[in-house]
């Protein structure tokens, strides 16, 4: 019930390219969705986040677009740069308490 | 604005003592959250303080436990530290808690139990 399904576990972009990372959740109660981007040696950062109340949010190239019916909500990094090149982590909140996806490696190469 | 601070960053003890690791949020904030981050297990949520009060926790042992003082200053311990216990350990702070403001995430402290 409380986890959080992320995948592909890597992606391997061309730099102009689309990244896609794709999430799933089970809790109805979740009502906070984050993207965290995590670079080796640092904390995750908070990208961008949704609530269910809208089905999509971007921000610069990053977008958000969630389905709430099918409980799946995905990230969208547009005109991919090999500094985008990071982990990057889902997560879903209800109570305060992040329960984190197990991460997408990504790696935009020129 | 100083970010979130977490010290030591760099730790390693052995298989049966305690550590103590410390979490300075972001002026201002009241919410301090620890999570542990493994390569098998990835973020796992340890606990959440909010103005020196345990408002959430995770599914961890009783070894490992916390505090919160009154400047908002958080602590973690653990206690008879197993092997397993070796990982990255990061802190995020946030206004009034990861659900409504934004978390900040310290740079972690790298534990190592040998």
């Known amino acids: 019930q409380q986890q959080v399904k992320q995948s592909p576990q890597s992606l391997i972009v061309q730099k102009g390219g689309i990244s896609i990372i794709n999430c799933a959740y089970e809790n109805t109660a979740f009502d906070y969705f984050p993207w965290y981007q995590q670079f080796p040696g640092k904390g995750p950062a908070l990208l961008i986040a949704?609530?269910?109340?809208?089905s999509e949010k971007k921000e610069g190239r990053f977008t958000i677009s969630f389905n709430k019916s099918a409980k799946q909500f995905s990230l969208h990094i547009m005109d991919s740069q090999p500094g985008d090149s990071a982990t990057y982590f889902c997560?879903?909140?209800?109570?305060?308490?992040?329960?984190f996806g197990t991460g997408t490696r990504l790696q935009v190469f020129p | 604005k100083a970010g979130v601070t977490q010290t030591p960053r760099y730790l390693i003890k052995t298989r049966g003592q305690q550590v103590t690791l410390s979490c300075s949020p972001i002026?201002?904030?009241?919410?301090v959250s620890w999570y542990q981050q493994t390569p098998g297990q990835g973020l796992q949520f340890l606990f959440e303080?909010?103005?020196?009060?345990?408002?959430n926790k995770g599914n961890f042992p009783g070894r490992f436990s916390g505090r919160q003082f009154s400047n908002s200053r958080s602590e973690m311990n653990v206690s008879t530290l197993e092997l397993g216990d070796s990982a990255l350990y990061l802190c995020?702070?946030?206004?009034?808690?990861?659900?409504?403001?934004?978390?900040?995430f310290g740079q972690g402290t790298r534990l190592t139990v040998v």
């Open positions: 303080y909010f103005s020196e009060t345990q408002r």
């Open positions: 002026s201002g904030h009241r919410s």
């Open positions: 997560a879903a909140s209800d109570t305060d308490k992040l329960i």
């Open positions: 949704i609530r269910p109340d809208v």
């Open positions: 995020a702070s946030s206004l009034e808690g990861a659900e409504n403001t934004e978390a900040f």
